[in-house]
């Protein structure tokens, strides 16, 4: 049977629900009791009146002694999840998906339709998080139990991410067990959770540091929030305080610039006026993702070292001119 719009596949969930109740000799108000729920709304989702959540879609399968698939039908069950506003994908023992929603196909896995069954979903969330998104799936499977978690998810493929809160939970398709898998984006989320954790640190800090301490531990902030890999600040003119250096890296980047030997008078002339001359008269951020302009921009040799390819500047103002310049740099 196909279903193609929302409005056919809330009627026929209502349908199979009233069924499988009227098998069970269940009224709607033993079926409301047994899954925690009103009357009414039962009512509403028998009749196709409602959009039901598939927390209460799961309810209601539990108190029929049923499961989401015996409802709707593995097909259905993917025609369900078409509009839910994220991730939605059914995954077999083996990890492979058989069933999807056009965000999982289209936002995460860039494939056409014909090309979706049975690829690996866990080549769908990051290698660095794999490990723990595999663990969980087998959890999930031996446990019966739904499980939470956060991981990062590739987009279009990859190497771009998004952090996304991935629900699982076991669910019978044709006799066997599966895990249905439900996420949303919680990035935003977990940028603000960084920037308050490094903002708690720094205000935390003793009042005796010195400002390079200070400086350098923001920096090694940013550094970690844009997931970036190189930060830098540079002093304009005589806005240093006292005996403060001109320049001040992160502690990555000051670890790499030691072990490239970059001498002082490279720094030094890193910190020439002239070679911020865009940031400075423009006073506003800038990002540079070539390699060879920020090399003409910095006025340095096509054939020379260079430790930054991509970078994100941005100029701190006093008195309305530019005192300081504040950037990250190689983000992958």
Known sequence: ??????????????????????????????????????????????????????????????????????????????????????????????????????????????????????IDG???VHPDDRAFAIEQFSAILSSGNEITGEARVLLNGGPEYVWRSISGRRIEVDGEACVLALGIDITEHKRLDSVRKYTDQLFSMDESVSVNELLQTALNAAEEITESSTGFCHFIGDERIGDQPAQIWSSNAARMLEHAGIVSARRDHLNSSDIWKDIIESKQAVIHNDGASIRKIRGIPSDAPSHISRELIIPLKKSGQVAAIFGVANKP
Not at 33 to 45: D, F, M, N, P
Not at 69 to 95: C, H, R, V, W
Request: hydrophobic share 40%; charged share 25%; proline share 3%.
């Open 1 to 118: 049977m196909s279903v193609d719009s929302s409005d056919s596949i809330t009627r026929l969930l209502g349908l199979r629900v009233r069924r499988w109740r009227m098998a069970l000799g269940y009224s709607q108000e033993k079926l409301a009791e047994c899954a925690g729920l009103h009357r009414t709304y039962i009512g509403t989702v028998e009749r196709g009146e409602q959009n039901i959540t598939v927390a209460n879609a799961e309810k209601i399968a539990n108190a029929l002694h049923i499961t989401l698939a015996d409802i709707l039908g593995t097909q259905q069950l993917k025609e369900f999840y078409e509009l839910f506003p994220g991730s939605f994908s059914i995954m077999n023992p083996e990890g492979k998906v058989i069933a999807w929603n056009p965000f999982m196909r289209d936002v995460i896995a860039a494939l056409p339709e014909e090309e979706m069954y049975g």
């Open 122 to 124: 866990m080549e769908t």
